[in-house]
């Protein structure tokens, strides 16, 4: 199996040198320009980067005629090994109209406008390096959804660079943590041990990778780095490189950290934040862990919620496989019209418990990626309504930041989207400008100051989790206008790899899913309200998919990432063995993620979608 590593590296080389050299010949070159820069336009600037006047003159002109809020300027004298992060990073096609990626660049300069600058909260100006240029690239383009982009300016001067910065950039853009942090190296990795195992492509796959920058950064492509010819002896000695400068930077850090303990402060005042507000939470989970479980839960039920038949089995007994809080969850199966339900459910102490850090806290940055991933795939939920209703105002229920709003607004430009829930992320949605007005509560209090103002009401992933899923459709039919639209969308428990995959599927999401309503049922009951169902759908579960999310629900389970509800883990011990267990699933979790990505094309029957999603109109 071995002797076919080397093979793969050269055609993956290949492939990836293609990819990335056509990304780097979309990028603009910015022109130059007489005009004065534009009083609203501000620069954010990396230390030793060089910004010319006249560079600032050329960027602020494309970015009024482009009409751009942010505008990442890339030097055109990036090192080779950046200009291929940024063609990693960076889809050049679409990144400008894609609203959910995250905000790249080569985080090197910027142009800004003030009102993002100060909608976003950035205080500063100067003072920046690449890796708190990662963070402020990122929050920019949530500000800025539509209106971010990247281009080369000629003459912009790029800082001084070396292999411990670069991959402290990619670290921070990557999210790796310590268990993944040689990552970057994995071609190095492979290829030497290719080299071993099959020596002709070896030879080859090392010159490939050698070779590399030359194939994606010469000839006609706006980058012209500075060390495109010593690129091949970079490469070699990339791994010495990286010890050196990262000893380098150590030293320089400990000088640091000693000035500071002598003023009295923090050696690092980031980590120091960091530190106490995870002890402050696992002293509050500790607490409510002490006062007991038992007062999250309420009383077990005898019947059915949806039918009130008593003829119920169990389906389901789980912890919290994703959290892995204290609990333990059942859920029972109606026998007569198999309606799923958590048995007994969440008091609402017990909501708030199991909630919190789940989409906010000490989770928000993971939460986010999950929910602009899941956004993008639902903008075909967007595009499902057109062939009934052109929306002049849509309300997403269950909106938590606004992701799908956002999302939506590729499909709907001239749609006014507006937001409710409950969830206080709602307010970052609203200042990002994601939604247009935000709503908070539970949809059946605020129904009558809703009521005919919107053409559609979107719920995804929303009644599964509510206590009463029959009174939020009664609020539905309540707030939507004759001829007004409602889509939904709800996991599929009915499917067999529910039945095949058992706890570990990932669409029970116990203890945060409630209900699991069938689809037959889900019409019958809007019928019964007047809204008659004009489109049904199957389709494959969301992200990351089926038996890829199974995989992830067991790989926590095994190895769980340290979290202030856990108890504490041994540091060296604990990270080794997440590492072994990681290292054990990878090849597993590549195979997962093709075998969802091909389920996914034909999982449109109910046998063996994971979602379905439904239409409905209410009646005139």
Known sequence: MLTWLPILVCAGLAINGVRLRGRLRRLDTLPASGRPVDPAHEFLVATGVRLSDSGRRAASYHASRDRLDV????????????????????????????????GRGAFQALLVHSEILQRAGITRRDGFDPVELVDITERLKTFASGSTDLAVLPGLRAARDDAAMRVRVQQRAYRFTRQNQLFPFVPQIATAIGFHVNQPFGLAAMALF????????????????????RSPIVRILGGVLFVVDSVRAGRAQAVKAAEAKAAGLPPDPVKHAARQETAASRASYSQDVQ??????????????????????????????LLLRKPGSFRLDGCERCGHVFLNPSLSPAGREFYDRDRYDGLRTDVAEQVLAAIARERREQAAAVRPFVVPRTWLDVGARYGHFANAAREVWPRTVFDGLDTFPGLAKGLARGWIDHAHYGRFSDVVDSLAGRYDVISMFDYLERRDDPSAELDAVAKALPPGG???????????????????????????????????????????DRGLR????????????????????????????????????????????????????????????????????RYAHDARYAGTYLMIARKEL
């Not at 570990?504 to 116990?510: E, I, L, R, Y």
């Open 71 to 102: 505008l990442d300027l890339v030097p055109a004298d990036l090192t080779a090994e950046r200009a291929l992060d940024l063609a990693r990073m960076v889809d050049t096609r679409t990144y400008r109209a894609d609203r959910c990626v995250p």
């Open 210 to 229: 050698w070779f590399q920058p030359f194939f994606v950064c010469a000839g006609r492509v706006p980058l012209s780095p500075r060390d495109l010819i």
């Open 291 to 320: 006062a007991g479980l038992d007062r999250f839960l309420r009383h077990d039920r005898a019947d059915c919620p949806w039918c009130g038949s008593v003829e119920l089995a169990t389906r389901v007994e789980s912890p919290d």
């Open 485 to 527: 639209h409602v889509v939904c969308e709800l996991a599929n428990a009915d499917c067999r790899q529910a039945r095949w995959l058992g706890r570990f599927w990932p669409g029970w999401a116990v203890p945060e899913r409630a209900h699991f309503i069938p689809a037959e049922n889900l019409i019958a009951a809007l019928e």
């Open 533 to 600: 169902p004009v489109a049904v759908r199957f389709a494959a579960a969301r992200r990351p998919g089926g038996l890829t999310g199974a995989l992830l629900l067991a790989v926590a389970m095994i190895a769980p990432r340290p979290m202030p509800w856990l108890p504490q883990q041994a540091g060296p011990v604990g990270a080794a063995g997440r590492v072994l267990v990681m290292l054990v699933a990878s090849p597993l979790l590549g195979l997962a993620r093709l075998l969802d990505r091909l389920a996914g």
